[in-house]
T-cell receptor, first 110, second 112 residues
Framework: EDQVTQSPEALRLQEGESSSLNCSYTVSGLRGLFWYRQDPGKGPEFLFTLYSAGEEKEKERLKATLTKKESFLHITAPKPEDSATYLCAVHPDSNYQLIWGAGTKLIIKP | DVKVTQSSRYLVKRTGEKVFLECVQDMDHENMFWYRQDPGLGLRLIYFSYDVKMKEKGDIPEGYSVSREKKERFSLILESASTNQTSMYLC???????????FGPGTRLTVT
């Protein structure tokens, strides 16, 4: 069964304290992996798409990487405005739908 | 920039009412989606459409229907609202076949 698991469920960091969020997946074949940011009460905002193992994408303090089993979202020197829930979704070969993870709630304290 | 708009940010309806949620996108995307999002359950796909007048059931279509008469507009209909349909409803659009989805701001629906 296709599955996406994000960890941790929640992460509290001090401003400037770098860390990583994990998205592990079990799918028959990967067509693409997507990262989104969601602020409270709003729709998810698209961040990155990764298609193959070894690929990396960067945007400001965020860098997404992909292996054959998981993806990491690295956050370097985060600021309070990076606080949000980060969602991961996978498009498997076997399905036309995205498989969504439950998200990681990131809190950055000043 | 892609823009997806939803007709209401907040909606309060009574049990048994027929509810219409409207979604419009301005990027000429073929695919459109309706999700609901509940705490602890994540995003769940209700219906999606890959072309005008075409629709496919998602994971939780029961109690819902959809309409897509124009490419830019996708409507979600709750035929007879029930309290267990209280939720955040999110509309999204994308290019085919399955590309990154762009979401609207969401509609927080409360059924009393």
């Amino acid at each position: 069964e296709d599955q996406v698991t994000q960890s941790p469920e929640a992460l509290r960091l001090q401003e400037g304290e770098s860390s990583s969020l994990n998205c592990s997946y079990t799918v028959s074949g990967l067509r693409g992996l997507f990262w989104y940011r969601q602020d409270p009460g709003k729709g998810p905002e698209f961040l990155f798409t990764l298609y193959s193992a070894g690929e990396e994408k960067e945007k400001e303090r965020l860098k997404a990487t992909l292996t054959k089993k998981e993806s990491f979202l690295h956050i370097t020197a985060p600021k309070p405005e990076d606080s949000a829930t980060y969602l991961c979704a996978v498009h498997p070969d076997s399905n036309y739908q995205l498989i969504w993870g439950a998200g990681t709630k990131l809190i950055i304290k000043p | 920039d892609v823009k997806v708009t939803q007709s209401s940010r907040y909606l309060v309806k009574r049990t048994g009412e027929k509810v219409f949620l409207e979604c419009v996108q301005d990027m000429d995307h073929e695919n459109m989606f309706w999700y609901r999002q509940d705490p602890g359950l994540g995003l769940r796909l209700i219906y999606f459409s890959y072309d005008v007048k075409m629709k496919e059931k998602g994971d939780i279509p029961e109690g819902y229907s959809v309409s897509r008469e124009k490419k830019e507009r996708f409507s979600l209909i709750l035929e007879s609202a029930s309290t267990n349909q209280t939720s955040m409803y999110l509309c999204a659009s994308s290019l085919p076949p399955v590309r990154e989805q762009y979401f609207g701001p969401g509609t927080r629906l409360t059924v009393t």
